[in-house]
């Protein structure tokens, strides 16, 4: 019996790894290729497509761009599930003016940092 047992407990242990991203991948050269002050609402949708969020704040337009990406490791054992889940976004918004002129750009791209972290506990 204990055999059995032993055998039950080692064929439920198991572990996953997973990964998901949402959002296309923000190019840099184009990004570089949108100026401040010259640079349309029409030549920023022709350059990146479409945004996936448009906001307005203090009276002017906001196109927001993203990327995230997750990745995930757990140990799944019989009566405690351990699970780690890392997640980090590129994020570009572009504030445009009066006249759908880019007044501002703001760029952050951090999903390269993204490890992979198979121990659940701290760093």
Same mark, same amino acid.
């Given at each position: 019996?204990t055999l059995?047992s032993? !055998?039950?407990l080692v064929?439920t242990?198991?572990? #996953?790894?997973?990964?998901a991203?949402l ?8 990004v570089? #290729? ?7 609402? #029409?030549?920023v949708?022709?350059l990146?497509? #479409?945004?996936?969020?448009f906001?307005?704040a203090?009276?002017?337009a906001?196109l927001?761009?993203y990327?995230?990406d997750?990745k995930?490791?757990s ?6 599930n351990v699970?780690?889940?890392n997640?980090?976004s ?5 504030v445009?003016d009066?006249?759908g002129?880019v007044e501002d750009?703001l760029?952050?791209?951090?999903t390269d940092?993204l !490890?992979?972290?198979?121990?659940p506990?701290?760093?």
């Amino acid at each position: 019996m204990t055999l059995l047992s032993v !055998a039950m407990l080692v064929l439920t242990v198991g572990c #996953a790894f997973g990964r998901a991203t949402l959002g296309d991948e923000i190019r840099e050269q184009n990004v570089t #290729a949108i100026k401040k002050g010259v640079t349309t609402r #029409a030549e920023v949708v022709t350059l990146l497509g #479409a945004p996936d969020r448009f906001t307005q704040a203090n009276d002017r337009a906001i196109l927001q761009y993203y990327r995230y990406d997750m990745k995930s490791s757990s140990l799944l054992l019989l009566l405690v599930n351990v699970s780690r889940f890392n997640v980090k976004s590129d994020d570009l918004f572009i504030v445009l003016d009066h006249g759908g002129i880019v007044e501002d750009i703001l760029f952050s791209r951090r999903t390269d940092k993204l !490890a992979f972290q198979v121990w659940p506990f701290g760093d």
